[in-house]
């Protein structure tokens, strides 16, 4: 079974996402699950989280309808040096990062450089996890990805929202192929994430959970039922 859910979104997302943390917890702990990710896009994106509010999660509340509750960011790459859209006295508060390429603050750049960016990203102490680098503008080597993954002990995802019929980063079938065989062969872990932008798919791996089983994918690599190991490699206290 299932208990983690690390990439999440609340109303300081925007995107005409009205949900708080509270009705993200109480839909988590309706799944069954036990760990809950809450990881707002930074303020790069626009009507999203600005820095005050990251600061202000370090006084929320840690448990929250008898889960454990993590405060995060869905930080943005914002040139193809790596650099990312929150300074680190926020980072430092917060209890991962998650770091994304989207459009428009990165405009999508050659494989080699879209690759270097992700790299130079992993570098920070604070991004313990790549987002959705399965988005098909954005073309990635799976293989230096997972071996940078493998160097900075960064988790990489599988990101359902991508692989949903819905999903709006075309289809992302092949790259997760590509992914997933790179992570197999440098021993990456990953994690399944609905990347919800709301309650109704919070917990929700369908697409992804089919990837893995379709690929083939060890169930040891796969961290979502593992949620202490989760919080190690996170680096949460």
């Not at 994304?100 to 080699?112: A, D, E, F, K």
């Not at 709301?198 to 040891?220: C, L, N, R």
Request: aromatic share 6%.
């Amino acid at each position: 079974m299932y208990l983690c859910d690390m990439h999440t979104h609340t109303i300081a997302s925007g995107h005409g996402t009205s949900c708080t943390i509270a009705d993200m917890a109480k839909a988590a702990a309706g799944k069954g699950l036990a760990l809950l990710g809450i990881t707002d896009h930074g303020p790069a994106t626009m009507a999203a989280g600005t820095p005050s509010y990251f600061r202000s999660l370090a006084s929320a509340p840690r448990k929250r309808c008898g889960i454990r509750v993590c405060y995060g960011v869905e930080l943005n790459i914002v040139d193809f040096s790596g650099n990312v859209d929150l300074d680190e006295d926020v980072l430092s508060s917060l209890d991962y990062a998650i770091a994304s390429m989207h459009l428009p603050n990165l405009r999508p750049g050659s494989r080699t450089a879209n690759t270097l960016a992700y790299r130079l990203a992993m570098r920070h102490p604070a991004v313990r996890m790549i987002g959705h680098c399965d988005d098909t503008r954005y073309p990635v080597d799976y293989e230096e990805l997972a071996s940078a993954a493998a160097e900075y002990g960064v988790i990489l995802e599988v990101n359902n929202s991508s692989l949903s019929p819905d999903g709006y980063r075309g289809d992302t079938r092949g790259n997760n192929r590509a992914l997933l065989a790179a992570c197999r062969k440098h021993q990456v872990p990953v994690l399944l994430s609905s990347d919800s932008h709301g309650p109704a798919h919070v917990g929700d791996f369908t697409w992804a959970e089919a990837m893995i089983k379709e690929a083939g994918f060890p169930e040891e690599l796969v961290l979502n039922d593992k949620p202490e190991k989760v919080l190690k490699i996170l680096g949460v206290r």
